[in-house]
């Protein structure tokens, strides 16, 4: 096979009439010959964090539309399927991955549970780590997030980054915020990239101490226009990332879009092709072609280097999308999962005025609220008056302080309840059984009766998402593991849209209300989040009263 075009030459910073030959998958010739064709040839595109189960696909599903954007690999951390199903979720990653053409990357989750201050489905210990280390099928150690035990020394944590080391596999970081002497242990501790940076001066330090920073993009944390004037002078040592991604943000692009974006701010091009397609298979040692003789076909052909519209992928020699359409054939798939409790009632969601004494006087007193931050992980802690009606504290849908629900998945205990500001509804509730990092049930809404009707609407189906407003509800079954849809993507993206859509309709003012629910129960990223058992500071690291003493 020959295929013509201008090739890009990242290297060498160079662009040139040519020609490819592929034989049996792999490049054997790349020879400069005069053509017409206008058309660009360049090394495939490669999201350098990202987990699968955000997309609500398995890897099979996630990459029939992935290619459609000239996406070629991915170094996939399957955390979210490992706090449900410990190793053999990860196992199942692998195996249904290998199954499509694309080239799956997957890591060793380092942290499941992410703490001890939550109810996961499965533990991970480090001689789980040193068995998974040990396989060829994983090329790295997962975002270590639990930075404080790196800091303190815990034996465990410091058992499995020394696992990778044996097995010469990089370790992944995930520290926001770390700055100063923190951060500078936290690196020595072998430990090479992190994707949390937020703001341009953190990225900067961490760039400066020897570290890698990934510029992520996802459908909730978006970084990229603070850290994007970083690349022109570091591109060597950034990647870009989108770490989680809905199905219907997926269907509009992928890492292409944040080539175009950078190419809009007048960032060299070769420069950001570096990052968006080379570094990750240098550092990660990634079984990807380059464009290079010898290397496996892996490359796009694309209209322009402006916006990257992608009119083919190859991935080793095979033709896999072309014009928007996807040659990734479906493949059938087993749905494990890990969901065992029954239907709730609405008074599991109910908070007495006191709990020691019930009938006190329904003056209001002060509560920690969360503060959800549109395109942000962290959240702030703010405090609120309570409103309390009938001796009970309800959401003040005035104020925009709504209740907000963590119900353990795993086993029937009482929910966690606490309050949250910003999603902005109205009427009704949203819940969703995708919640970092353990994956219980999450759930916001303006009344406890509707809250309690969306969480039940979750078990009824064995995980999913939904929005609920009296007798009429929407929702996306999700029984791959509670995270994932056994639905193609398209599909699934529609679902997803049509929630979405009823969710705003309610008044949520948020850009992606489920993907910024599904964050608000994650507690290594600060401040304050709920979990299954209680309202937690990322701050201090330990549990806090919902009243403010």
């Given at each position: 096979?020959?295929?013509?075009?201008?090739?890009?030459?990242?290297?060498?910073?160079?662009?040139?009439?040519?020609?490819?030959?592929?034989?049996?998958?792999?490049?054997?010739?790349?020879?400069?010959?005069?053509?017409?064709?206008?058309?660009?040839?360049?090394?495939?595109?490669?999201?350098?964090?990202?987990?699968?189960?955000?997309?609500?696909?398995?890897?099979?599903?996630?990459?029939?539309?992935?290619?459609?954007?000239?996406?070629?690999?991915?170094?996939?951390?399957?955390?979210?399927?490992?706090?449900?199903?410990?190793?053999?979720?990860?196992?199942?990653?692998?195996?249904?991955?290998?199954?499509?053409?694309?080239?799956?990357?997957?890591?060793?989750?380092?942290?499941?549970?992410?703490?001890?201050?939550?109810?996961?489905?499965?533990?991970?210990?480090?001689?789980?780590?040193?068995?998974?280390?040990?396989?060829?099928?994983?090329?790295?150690?997962?975002?270590?997030?639990?930075?404080?035990?790196?800091?303190?020394?815990?034996?465990?944590?410091?058992?499995?980054?020394?696992?990778?080391?044996?097995?010469?596999k990089?370790?992944?970081?995930?520290?926001?915020?770390?700055?100063?002497?923190?951060?500078?242990?936290?690196?020595?501790?072998?430990?090479t990239?992190?994707?949390?940076?937020f703001?341009?001066?953190?990225?900067?330090?961490?760039?400066?101490?020897?570290?890698?920073?990934?510029?992520?993009?996802?459908?909730?944390?978006?970084?990229?226009?603070?850290?994007?004037?970083?690349?022109?002078?570091?591109?060597?040592?950034?990647?870009?990332?989108?770490?989680?991604?809905?199905?219907d943000?997926?269907i509009?692009g992928?890492?292409?879009?944040?080539?175009?974006?950078?190419?809009?701010?007048?960032?060299?091009?070769?420069?950001i092709?570096?990052?968006?397609?080379?570094?990750?298979?240098?550092?990660?040692?990634?079984?990807?072609?380059?464009?290079?003789?010898?290397?496996?076909?892996?490359?796009?052909?694309?209209?322009?280097?402006?916006?990257?519209?992608?009119?083919?992928?190859?991935?080793?020699?095979?033709?896999?999308?072309?014009?928007?359409?996807?040659?990734?054939?479906?493949?059938?798939?087993?749905?494990?999962?890990?969901?065992n409790?029954?239907e709730?009632?609405?008074?599991d969601?109910?908070?007495?005025?006191?709990?020691?004494?019930?009938?006190?006087?329904?003056?209001?007193?002060?509560?920690?609220?969360?503060?959800?931050?549109?395109?942000?992980?962290?959240?702030?802690?703010?405090?609120h008056?309570?409103?309390?009606?009938?001796?009970k504290?309800?959401?003040?849908?005035?104020?925009?302080?709504?209740?907000?629900?963590?119900?353990?998945?795993y086993y029937?205990?009482?929910?966690?309840?606490?309050?949250?500001?910003?999603?902005?509804?109205?009427?009704?509730?949203i819940?969703?059984?995708?919640?970092?990092?353990?994956?219980?049930?999450?759930?916001?809404?303006?009344?406890?009766?509707e809250?309690?009707?969306?969480v039940?609407?979750?078990?009824?189906?064995?995980?999913?998402?939904?929005?609920?407003?009296?007798n009429?509800?929407?929702?996306?079954?999700?029984?791959?593991?509670?995270?994932?849809?056994?639905?193609?993507g398209?599909?699934?993206?529609?679902?997803?849209q049509?929630?979405?859509?009823?969710?705003?309709?309610?008044?949520?003012?948020?850009?992606?209300?489920?993907?910024?629910?599904?964050?608000?129960?994650?507690?290594?990223?600060?401040?304050?989040?709920?979990?299954?058992?209680?309202?937690?500071?990322?701050?201090?690291?330990?549990?806090?009263?919902?009243?403010?003493?």
């Amino acid at each position: 096979m020959q295929i013509q075009g201008q090739i890009v030459d990242i290297e060498k910073k160079r662009i040139f009439s040519g020609e490819i030959t592929v034989e049996n998958g792999k490049i054997i010739s790349i020879i400069e010959k005069n053509n017409e064709t206008k058309k660009y040839i360049l090394p495939g595109f490669i999201d350098a964090h990202i987990h699968i189960e955000s997309s609500m696909l398995v890897p099979s599903e996630f990459a029939k539309i992935a290619v459609l954007h000239g996406t070629v690999a991915t170094i996939s951390d399957p955390h979210e399927i490992a706090n449900v199903l410990g190793k053999e979720g990860v196992y199942y990653m692998i195996e249904n991955g290998k199954k499509v053409p694309l080239k799956f990357h997957f890591g060793a989750p380092s942290c499941v549970p992410a703490t001890a201050f939550e109810t996961a489905g499965a533990i991970i210990d480090s001689e789980e780590i040193k068995e998974l280390m040990a396989s060829p099928d994983i090329y790295y150690l997962s975002e270590m997030m639990n930075y404080p035990g790196v800091l303190f020394d815990d034996d465990e944590v410091l058992k499995k980054i020394a696992w990778a080391k044996h097995f010469d596999k990089p370790v992944d970081g995930h520290a926001p915020g770390l700055r100063g002497e923190p951060i500078k242990k936290y690196i020595s501790a072998g430990i090479t990239t992190d994707h949390e940076c937020f703001t341009y001066d953190e990225a900067k330090e961490k760039l400066s101490l020897g570290m890698k920073v990934i510029i992520r993009e996802g459908s909730a944390a978006k970084n990229f226009d603070a850290l994007i004037d970083l690349l022109p002078e570091n591109y060597e040592n950034m990647m870009f990332c989108s770490d989680d991604k809905h199905p219907d943000d997926l269907i509009l692009g992928h890492i292409n879009l944040l080539c175009a974006r950078a190419v809009a701010k007048g960032i060299d091009v070769f420069k950001i092709l570096q990052v968006a397609c080379v570094n990750p298979v240098n550092h990660y040692k990634m079984k990807v072609g380059l464009l290079k003789e010898n290397d496996a076909a892996d490359f796009i052909i694309v209209e322009d280097l402006v916006n990257f519209k992608v009119n083919q992928t190859y991935i080793n020699g095979e033709l896999v999308a072309e014009n928007g359409q996807s040659f990734v054939k479906h493949v059938d798939f087993e749905t494990p999962n890990n969901f065992n409790i029954t239907e709730k009632e609405i008074s599991d969601f109910q908070i007495p005025r006191s709990a020691s004494n019930p009938s006190v006087s329904e003056q209001a007193k002060q509560i920690r609220v969360i503060e959800a931050l549109e395109g942000q992980l962290i959240t702030n802690e703010i405090h609120h008056n309570s409103l309390i009606k009938n001796g009970k504290l309800v959401s003040d849908i005035d104020n925009d302080i709504l209740k907000m629900a963590v119900v353990n998945r795993y086993y029937n205990t009482k929910p966690a309840v606490a309050f949250i500001k910003n999603f902005g509804l109205k009427k009704g509730a949203i819940a969703s059984s995708v919640a970092h990092d353990c994956h219980n049930i999450v759930v916001v809404g303006t009344s406890d009766e509707e809250i309690c009707n969306a969480v039940n609407l979750i078990i009824k189906n064995t995980g999913g998402i939904c929005a609920v407003n009296g007798n009429q509800n929407k929702s996306l079954a999700l029984p791959v593991a509670g995270i994932m849809s056994d639905k193609d993507g398209w599909e699934t993206g529609k679902l997803y849209q049509e929630i979405d859509a009823m969710a705003k309709d309610l008044g949520s003012t948020l850009k992606a209300p489920f993907m910024t629910l599904s964050f608000m129960a994650l507690l290594v990223i600060p401040d304050l989040k709920l979990s299954d058992k209680g309202l937690f500071s990322g701050n201090t690291f330990s549990f806090v009263d919902l009243e403010v003493e």
